[in-house]
């Protein structure tokens, strides 16, 4: 059941797909009150033993009880623990205790709070700060019937291509044709397999969307052609802003039709980021969207078929404007004597002057022809431009799926693309974080994620890139990727590159069943990744597994996260096979009984759990994703009674699959582990 109360009078996001009225009289469980600043909180008291789920991208752990969060989609380098909040705003959580199971999501783009037990352990207090905003309350009888229903209020998750579950490999600082033929053939040459290389900006003339540069990229088209040939494709970046440049046609087209953000005296607001001065879309303008989305064209014309969308949260490096206020701020204590305290001040005024609070209250929108300021509709950003981009792929190829992920995103923006999981670090911290992640941003119907594998900035380890890669398996976008000026970060780049390659395997030994797996989830509006109690509500332990997830229907993933661990704790909530991997061909088979068991995992192992009765399936694999058998599997797992699997299959690109006819049942029967399933028709 879902029920919908609506204060003060919110602004339009798009994010709910399913309209229903409003209920009148009291919110039920919530004491509502209204501030002197027009903010609404919505507080309720806590059961000793409950535990939220949810909020997306956030960090911090699976359970987001105990700290306090914010919802204001920021560009934010350091992912520490003290972070309120990351590039997106998911506002949809979920409370679990033996006495309650309520899911409570704010339709609102403007900045929201989120106190879960942080000022008072036995207290939840949400506040909207602008107070205009509709809320749904979700009551369902499982953690995962919550799940779907949300999903079903707001539209189905995004459906990559098939080629987006091979391995990527990215690097902030690829600038030519040649550097990227090089990446490539020290794949191909080890047989490391590959199926894309992300161009981030250094292929763009100055940073200037929709260009590239003519003597490193001669000829786009002729170049995605040869890689596609090899079975690759390039996946090109794009940002948010538009350079200031006149004679640059996306500059003039922009303004012709008056598309861009405008400040109050009606004049285009300006900003700085890569490219320099730059004006930004009007995301929120349908006539907006539609001119950015068809700027696409060209590129889609050269044969690409995927894109990543940067900077959108929009990030700001400054405005004139607020350079000019932090000199006059220098100004006014110039002359004076300059003590600790203004030695920081001082820091602070220029530093501060990147993602501005006041920059964002600088410039508006126009929302069913009105102005909006954009603070107000702050987190619907990304997810215009996410709109703008996949409805412009819509017209281009309407029957074929493109790759799209996002940096930013708000709910709604999960029906039209995926996002990546930021610039983490190559930390261990951050790799626990990745895992951490993944639920809540399943849950709120961000299916196709993942982090930057290995760590985006500071300089990775080997062997932290390879238990990175040990997650990134499992995670529908696998891609490596990493900073300018850090350590190079590709697997060729490490003595210990065989170990990577045999794991880079196992994902294409994987592959048909993890899409199978992922087409499943995202066509019956399921989750990819649970955590456990999803599955076992009435396991108290399963209740706090905060570093295993189950995955897909009958698996269960624990990755080693620690430096030099040689194995790691795991909790079975039931007898599960462990597989223990170190090549899509070289693994062993243990069965294990529920409980508490020490997993020996060598740094070129990784374990998988699979329930009783249930399989994983291997094909044979390949170097890319479109030289894979999905007709021929080994089936691993427990088969005590005869079972079934589904296997999902399809083309990988049809624009509208359909679940139904892309099923073959596959018969799983008892006494072996391990079975070959010859010809899959
Ligand atoms: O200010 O394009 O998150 O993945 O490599 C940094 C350069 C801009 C941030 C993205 C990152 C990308 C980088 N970008």
């Known amino acids: 059941m879902i029920r919908k109360y609506t204060f003060g009078t919110p602004l339009p996001t798009g994010a709910?797909?399913?309209?229903?009225?409003?209920?009148?009289?009291?919110?039920?469980?919530?004491?509502?009150?209204?501030?002197?600043?027009?903010?609404?909180?919505?507080?309720?008291?806590?059961?000793?033993?409950?535990?939220?789920?949810?909020?997306?991208?956030?960090?911090?752990?699976?359970?987001?009880?105990?700290?306090?969060?914010?919802?204001?989609?920021?560009?934010v380098f350091n992912h520490t623990e003290e972070r309120p909040s990351l590039y997106g705003s998911h506002n949809f959580i979920l409370f679990f205790s033996p006495e309650r199971l309520l899911g409570v999501y704010l339709d609102d783009p403007g900045k929201v709070v989120w106190d879960l037990g942080w000022e008072n352990h036995d207290e939840a207090v949400i506040t909207s700060l602008s107070g205009n905003l509709d809320l749904y309350l979700i009551e369902e009888d499982t953690l995962t019937g919550a799940a779907r229903a949300f999903r079903e209020l707001t539209g189905r998750s995004y459906l990559p291509p098939r080629w987006a579950f091979g391995y990527i490999q990215s690097r902030w600082g690829y600038a030519s044709e040649q550097e990227v033929r090089a990446v490539v053939s020290e794949h191909r040459k080890r047989h490391i397999p590959l199926d894309g290389v992300c161009l981030d900006i250094d292929y763009m003339v100055d940073f200037k969307n929709f260009t590239w540069k003519p003597d490193a990229f001669p000829d786009l088209r002729q170049f995605q052609a040869e890689m596609k040939e090899d079975h690759l494709r390039l996946i090109p970046i794009i940002d948010a802003g538009i350079a200031v440049q006149e004679g640059y046609a996306p500059y003039d087209s922009g303004k012709a039709g008056d598309f861009f953000c405008k400040k109050e005296d009606g004049s285009d607001f300006v900003a700085a980021v890569w490219p320099g001065r730059c004006c930004f879309p009007d995301f929120l303008r349908e006539d907006a969207r539609r001119w950015f989305g068809d700027l696409y064209r060209p590129l889609l014309e050269a044969g690409i078929e995927g894109f990543w969308n940067d900077m959108n949260e929009p990030a700001l490096f400054y405005s004139d404007e607020g350079v000019a206020d932090a000199f006059a701020k220098v100004e006014a204590i110039r002359g004076g004597e300059v003590d600790f305290e203004t030695t920081w001040w001082l820091k602070d005024a220029f530093n501060g002057i990147a993602n501005n609070m006041d920059d964002y209250r600088r410039f508006f929108h126009l929302v069913d022809g009105k102005p909006v300021r954009h603070d107000r509709v702050h987190n619907l950003y990304g997810a215009g431009m996410t709109k703008a981009t996949a409805d412009g792929f819509r017209r281009f190829s309407p029957d074929q799926r493109l790759l799209l992920f996002s940096r930013s995103s708000f709910i709604g923006a999960h029906r039209d693309g995926g996002i990546w999981q930021g610039d983490n670090f190559s930390w261990w911290s951050h790799l626990k974080m990745a895992i951490q992640m993944l639920p809540g941003l399943n849950l709120c119907g961000f299916l196709y994620t993942g982090c930057d594998l290995g760590g985006f900035g500071c300089n990775v380890t080997e062997d932290l890139l390879e238990r990175f890669l040990q997650l990134g398996v499992f995670t529908p976008l696998m891609r490596n990727h990493s900073a300018l000026h850090t350590r190079e970060q590709e697997i060729y780049r490490f003595s210990s590159w065989e170990i990577m390659r045999d794991t880079v395997s196992v994902r294409y030994a994987l592959l048909p069943w993890l899409y199978s797996e992922f087409m499943k989830a995202a066509l019956g509006d399921e989750m990819l990744f649970r955590p456990l109690v999803f599955d076992y509500p009435a396991d108290p332990r399963a209740v706090h597994v905060q570093d295993q997830l189950m995955l897909g229907e009958g698996c269960m993933i624990a990755p080693v996260y620690e430096q030099n661990a040689a194995g790691r704790y795991v909790y079975l909530p039931e007898d599960m096979l462990l597989v223990r991997f170190r090549s899509g061909k070289d693994y062993d088979l243990v069965p294990l009984a529920k409980g508490d068991h020490w997993i020996n995992l060598a740094l070129n192992e990784f374990p998988l759990f699979v329930k009783k009765n249930h399989a994983v399936l291997l094909c044979p694999g390949g170097e890319s994703s479109e030289l894979l058998d999905d007709t021929r599997f080994t089936a691993l797992g427990q088969i005590e009674t005869e079972s079934t699997y589904e296997l999902y299959r399809d083309d990988g690109k049809t624009a509208a699959p359909d679940l139904g006819s892309g099923l073959t049942k596959i018969v799983l029967s008892p006494s072996t582990s391990l079975q070959t399933i010859p010809d899959v028709p």
């Open 16 to 75: 709910v797909v399913r309209p229903q009225p409003a209920q009148s009289g009291p919110v039920p469980f919530f004491d509502v009150k209204t501030g002197e600043d027009g903010s609404v909180s919505f507080s309720l008291s806590l059961h000793p033993e409950e535990v939220i789920f949810g909020l997306g991208q956030a960090v911090r752990g699976v359970d987001k009880r105990g700290h306090r969060y914010e919802s204001w989609n920021s560009d």
